[in-house]
Nanobody, 115 residues
Framework: QVQLVESGGGLVQAGGSLRLSCAAS????????MGWYRQAPGKQRELVAG???????NYADSVKGRFTISRDNAKKAVYLQMNNLNPEDTAVYYC?????????WGQGTQVTVSS
């Protein structure tokens, strides 16, 4: 059984930084896509950043230039470096892996940015 475990969330002041991590346990191969999503209260879950197996990354316009996604295939891990955070970034952040026909989600980690 595959499980994704996120870590690195917390409370930070505006302008600060956090680094989220997500690692997979269990048997999973050929991870095609790794992504970070977020969901703020009363809003739909949205894609923040994604990265393909070949290392091609894309970002939501709202985080471009501030967030950086990276992956470590050997560790089956994906990271999200978040800089210059602002209160609008407050949300629960989820990682997602796509492998073949399967999709896996983490349990979410809370990020709160105070003004």
């Amino acid at each position: 059984q595959v499980q994704l475990v996120e870590s690195g969330g917390g409370l930070v002041q505006a302008g600060g930084s956090l680094r989220l991590s997500c690692a997979a346990s269990g048997s999973i191969s050929s991870i095609l896509f790794m992504g970070w999503y977020r969901q703020a209260p009363g809003k739909q879950r949205e894609l923040v950043a994604g990265i393909t197996g070949g290392g091609s990354a894309n970002y939501a316009d709202s985080v471009k230039g501030r967030f950086t996604i990276s992956r470590d295939n050997a560790k089956k891990a994906v990271y999200l470096q978040m800089n210059n955070l602002n209160p609008e970034d407050t949300a629960v952040y989820y990682c997602k892996y796509t492998s073949g026909w399967d999709t896996y989600w983490g349990q979410g980690t809370q990020v709160t940015v105070s003004s």
